[in-house]
């Protein structure tokens, strides 16, 4: 079983910049899709982005798109997630996920359903 953690929130003003990072233990990434999702007060968790085992492939929800950026580096057994041009809407627990998974699937891999792993989150907040 793999085990997750992140790391890199905190407080930010809009238009700032923030990195997240999100750490594993107990199993070497490079076998499992990887994303990241986010859950506001009072609101469902949704999804941020999800990155392949390659690399190769990437998805962005609509609200994030061009503005973060996610990578992995196999080698560290770790996922990033890049945010740029922060606005107060980000604001959120952001959480890494991990499925075992040797294909990318988009009608899996964009639902909190399609992840049976999960950090403890990650507190982002963006001050306007």
């Known amino acids: 079983q793999v085990q997750l953690v992140e790391s890199g929130g905190g407080l930010v003003q809009a238009g700032g910049s923030l990195r997240l990072s999100c750490a594993a233990s107990?199993?070497?990434?490079?076998?499992?899709?990887l994303a990241w999702f986010r859950q506001a007060p009072g609101k469902e968790r949704e999804f941020v982005s999800t990155i392949s085992r390659s690399g190769l492939s990437k998805d962005y929800a609509d609200s994030v798109k061009g503005r973060f950026t996610i990578s992995r580096d196999n080698t560290e057994n770790t996922v990033y997630l890049q945010m740029s041009s922060l606005k107060p809407e980000d604001t959120a627990v952001y959480f890494c996920?991990?499925?075992?998974?040797?294909?990318?699937?988009?009608?899996?891999?964009?639902?909190?359903?399609?992840?049976?792993?999960w950090g403890q989150g990650t507190q982002v907040t963006v001050s306007s």
């Open positions: 996920a991990a499925d075992f998974s040797l294909t990318y699937l988009r009608s899996r891999h964009l639902s909190t359903t399609g992840y049976p792993y």
């Open positions: 107990g199993r070497t990434l490079s076998n499992y899709q």
